[in-house]
Every structure is written in C-alpha cells, then in structure tokens.
C-alpha cells in the first residue's frame, strides 16, 4: 500500500516548537521533491515548504521563513517538518505531499502532487 503518514502534530503555546514527520510506505522518497501545505480553517489549502531530492529547500508561504525548516532522511524515508516560533495563524492541519517531480516549482500547486498524506492537526494557542 502507497502511502504518506505525518505525525507530529498538537498543541503548542505561542512562540513554542514542533516537529511534523511525514513517513513513506510503499514507494521511496528519495527521487521526488516533498513538500508541507497547510490548511487553516475556512481557507484554502496553501503551500508552506518544499524539499528537493537533493536536498535544497523552497519556501511557499512568506510567513514562514526565518521559523520552519525543511529535511529529509534518505534512510528512513521521512520527511521532517521543524517548526519554530509558531504563531496562532499557523493553526491548520498539515499534509505533505510528494511531487510528481524532483524539483520544487512555484507556485506550489496541489496537482503537481500526487501522493498525499491524511494531515495532522496544528494548533497553536495560549
């Protein structure tokens, strides 16, 4: 069975900290660009960060840079989402997503992506 499983998820306080993982089964990683989306309640998903299978990042959402980081590990098929300073309009559920290709074009758009995790909830509040 292919699929992509993140973990990770919860609530945190503002300024606090979490680690997304996002998990392959069934099919490798290694070849494909990954990326996080996110999306916040009565909003549309939208595209947060990129990984290309080399390595090198992209940022989608402005928002986010300077916070989150994006890793893989070839080994273990994961992909890892670090987030930093979280802020309460970074409350969403976030899926990855695994390209269709091996690079990370702008705009993130979902159709470029064809395998896709079930999400996990986000919550940042006091």
């Known amino acids: 069975q292919l699929q992509l499983v993140e973990s990770g998820g919860g609530l945190v306080q503002p300024g606090g900290s979490l680690r997304l993982s996002c998990a392959a089964s069934?099919?490798?990683?290694?070849?494909?660009?990954i990326a996080w989306f996110r999306q916040a309640p009565g909003k549309e998903r939208e595209g947060v960060i990129c990984?290309?299978?080399?390595?090198?990042?992209?940022i989608y959402a402005d928002s986010v840079q300077g916070r989150f980081t994006i890793s893989r590990d070839h080994a273990k098929n994961t992909v890892y989402l670090q987030m930093n300073s979280l802020k309460p309009e970074d409350t969403a559920v976030y899926y990855c997503?695994?390209?269709?290709?091996?690079?990370?074009?702008?705009?993130?758009?979902?159709?470029?992506?064809?395998?896709w995790g079930q999400g996990t909830q986000v919550t940042v509040s006091s």
């Open positions: 997503a695994r390209s269709r290709s091996w690079g990370c074009l702008k705009p993130a758009v979902e159709k470029d992506y064809n395998y």
């Open positions: 069934g099919f490798t990683l290694d070849y494909y660009a």
């Open positions: 990984i290309v299978s080399s390595g090198g990042s992209t």
